[in-house]
Every structure is written in structure tokens, then in C-alpha cells.
């Protein structure tokens, strides 16, 4: 996997071998490759770019001789004729969604074995907020140093989208496609996956229940905050929100101010692993039992649901298949397919300790 800044700015050389005492004590470059072949350069770069016009001989020697002095052609002039075969994700810190669960880097990898195999790389930059994100695009564009941008944490609306359209770059959305203004999108049925949650819930008795989220422009929190309420509502019941940093020490600061408010919610639901774990912690701490006097229920799954006390019930978090989807999603707007939707299923809820019935907190 590749990460960090792009290097196709840079040409790729070493020092000559010391067999070959005759090349100077410089940079290797494309010029010195065809001297030594007795070619000219385009004859150089139509070999060592596989293009038709040079005989096999000559190809061999070119290539041969390009070994011997560890010469590769420059990407960045390379890309010139082919194109930069990269896909780029640019991350920002600020968005607090999948970039900031703990199994992220499943949905990069899978990411990166989809289209890998094909002789793509993937181009990762961490930037601090979304305007930065947009700054990348246009450089990076102007650059040719992706074919394709991945777009991940997608906001209702997002200038990183609308930037793109506007370079007429081509893209892939990780997001449903009311945000991807007609772009390729992928994404969770987090409508789907929420709406059963409320009617777990619901089925325990719970009616008083609150959502701790990220930021609240965040396309995918407001999808999943809205299917909770609307099925709360026709149950007779509310949803109270308070959003966060969807780190885990706004989290605690934000389950404190609900657990000591006059009316504390029978249930907590929160966006992470990491937040709902921060939660039992605040809970032990004010001495409210879990579930018994509260329950708690995390909108994503990790090995560290399954090893807290009690053990969090969890949403499946199924960024590998994410991940997959999405690298099938960027082959197919390579091979100039237009723009579609994918939507990958959550899965079963994984019902474990931290959740039960309406109990004696609230019955009193």
C-alpha cells in the first residue's frame, strides 16, 4: 500500500554501478540511457514504455542497459503519455466519521486489493479540515497525479464534492447519493440499520433514548439520527441528540451531562466503538449499572465491543465489504462507466451485555 505524499514529481535514479566506471558521478537520466544505447531518447521512452516502433532487439538492450546503470523512467513524465494510474483519498480530521474508526484501515486495505491488481496505487494524504481537502484536489488535478479521487465522510453539503464536479475529476462517493450530487457513490443502509435498531429498542420497552454523534453536517449521522426519531416518534417515544468531536473524552463529557440531567435517558446510542466505550466508563464512575439501570449500544463493532465489561451490543461495521465495493466502484469509472449507486448491507445487530429491558433506573 502506498502512503504519504505522492513522489511522481521526482525522477527515480541512483549512481552508476561500478562496472560502469564511464557515466558520471550524477543523476542518471533519460539522455544518458539513450547514449549509452546509441538511440535517441523517444527511442528510450517508446521501450521502456512498451509503445509499438522499436524492434524487439532494440527494446531488450534499451531495458537491458536501463537495469544495469537502476534508471526508471520519471512518473511525472510518464504520466504525461499514460496517465498517473493512482487513486487518490484525501482524509481530514476534521470530518470524525469512518476515517475515525478503529477498523479504518480495513476499508484502505480492501480498498487498495480491489484495484492493486491492477497496477494502481493509492495516493493517501491526512489534511485538518475539508478546505484543505479541496486545495489537494485542485493541485493534485492540475498535477495529473490521480485518475480517480475517493471521497469518504461525506457532508449534506460538501465543497470537496461540488469541487470536484467543478474540475470535472472523476470520483467515487463513500456516501449515499443525495450527497454525491450525481456522482458514483457507496454506501452502508445506515437507514436500514438504524431503523432496526430503534425497533430493538423499542421491543425492550426503551422510549427515552439518546444519540451521541460526530459532527452533526456529516450525511451518514443525519441518515441514521433521522431513522431513529422517526420510528421513536411513531412508538410514542423521543430522541434526544448531542453531538460531538466523536472523540471518546467529548463523548464522556456529553454521557455525564445526560446521565446527571433530571430526566437521564434509558438509552445511550453512540456513533463509535470508542464513544460508547468512553460511556461505560462514565458510567461506572456515577455508579449507573449497565444495562440494568442503563443501556448502551454502539453504531459500530470492533474487537473492542467484545472485550469491554459488559460486552456492547454493536452494529456490524463492515468496512472491508465497504472497502471492496468501493474499489470495484473505482474500476468501473476507469473503464468510463457512468455514475451509479451501490449500497452495502450492515448486517445483524450483535446483541451482547450492554443492552436489556426497561429496568429499575427508570421504573421508579
Given at each position: 500500500m502506498y502512503f504519504g505524499p505522492p513522489g511522481n514529481t521526482l525522477v527515480i535514479v541512483v549512481s552508476p554501478p561500478p562496472d560502469r566506471p564511464g557515466l558520471p558521478a550524477r543523476r542518471v537520466t533519460i539522455a544518458d540511457i539513450a547514449r549509452a544505447a546509441g538511440v535517441s531518447i523517444a527511442v528510450v521512452s517508446y521501450a521502456v514504455n512498451g509503445r509499438p516502433g522499436v524492434s524487439a532487439a532494440t527494446r531488450e538492450r534499451v531495458l537491458r542497459i536501463a537495469e544495469e546503470y537502476r534508471w526508471q523512467p520519471s512518473a511525472a513524465a510518464r504520466s504525461m503519455h499514460t496517465g498517473p494510474r493512482a487513486v487518490g483519498l484525501?482524509?481530514?480530521?476534521?470530518?470524525?466519521?469512518?476515517?475515525?474508526?478503529?477498523?479504518?484501515?480495513?476499508?484502505?486495505?480492501?480498498?487498495?486489493?480491489?484495484?492493486?491488481?491492477?497496477?494502481?496505487?493509492?495516493?493517501?494524504?491526512?489534511?485538518?479540515?475539508?478546505?484543505?481537502?479541496?486545495?489537494?484536489?485542485?493541485?493534485?488535478?492540475?498535477?495529473?497525479?490521480?485518475?480517480?479521487?475517493?471521497?469518504?465522510?461525506?457532508?449534506?453539503?460538501?465543497?470537496?464534492?461540488?469541487?470536484?464536479?467543478?474540475?470535472?475529476?472523476?470520483?467515487?462517493?463513500?456516501?449515499?447519493?443525495?450527497?454525491?450530487?450525481?456522482?458514483?457513490?457507496?454506501?452502508?443502509?445506515?437507514?436500514?440499520?438504524?431503523?432496526?435498531?430503534?425497533?430493538?429498542?423499542?421491543?425492550?420497552?426503551?422510549?427515552?433514548?439518546?444519540?451521541?454523534?460526530?459532527?452533526?453536517?456529516?450525511?451518514?449521522?443525519?441518515?441514521?439520527?433521522?431513522?431513529?426519531?422517526?420510528?421513536?416518534?411513531?412508538?410514542?417515544?423521543?430522541?434526544?441528540?448531542m453531538t460531538t468531536d466523536a472523540g471518546p473524552e467529548e463523548a464522556a463529557a456529553a454521557t455525564r451531562q445526560l446521565l446527571t440531567s433530571p430526566v437521564p435517558p434509558s438509552v445511550i446510542v453512540y456513533d463509535s466503538d470508542q464513544m460508547a466505550l468512553a460511556a461505560l466508563d462514565v458510567a461506572r464512575r456515577l455508579g449507573v449499572e449497565v444495562p440494568w439501570d442503563l443501556s448502551i449500544l454502539a453504531a459500530s463493532d470492533s474487537a473492542l465491543c467484545r472485550l469491554s465489561t459488559p460486552a456492547l451490543t454493536a452494529l456490524p461495521s463492515p468496512l472491508r465489504e465497504l472497502g471492496t465495493a468501493v474499489g470495484d466502484a473505482v474500476l468501473a469509472v476507469l473503464n468510463g462507466q457512468s455514475a451509479t449507486s451501490h449500497v452495502v448491507p450492515v448486517g445483524g445487530l450483535a446483541i451482547r451485555g450492554s443492552t436489556g429491558p426497561l429496568a429499575r433506573r427508570t421504573k421508579q
Open positions: 484525501v482524509v481530514s480530521t476534521a470530518a470524525g466519521g469512518v476515517s475515525s474508526a478503529s477498523s479504518f484501515l480495513d476499508l484502505v486495505t480492501a480498498i487498495q486489493d480491489v484495484f492493486g491488481k491492477h497496477g494502481y496505487a493509492l495516493l493517501l494524504k491526512v489534511v485538518e479540515s475539508v478546505d484543505a481537502a479541496v486545495a489537494t484536489y485542485r493541485t493534485w488535478w492540475a498535477e495529473r497525479r490521480f485518475d480517480v479521487m475517493i471521497v469518504t465522510d461525506v457532508l449534506s453539503q460538501d465543497p470537496r464534492v461540488e469541487a470536484l464536479r467543478a474540475l470535472r475529476a472523476p470520483a467515487v462517493v463513500v456516501g449515499a447519493p443525495a450527497a454525491a450530487q450525481g456522482l458514483t457513490s457507496v454506501h452502508l443502509d445506515d437507514a436500514e440499520a438504524f431503523g432496526r435498531v430503534a425497533s430493538y429498542l423499542i421491543g425492550l420497552g426503551h422510549r427515552d433514548v439518546a444519540v451521541v454523534t460526530g459532527q452533526p453536517e456529516l450525511h451518514r449521522t443525519q441518515v441514521r439520527v433521522a431513522a431513529l426519531a422517526r420510528m421513536l416518534k411513531d412508538a410514542g417515544g423521543s430522541l434526544l441528540r
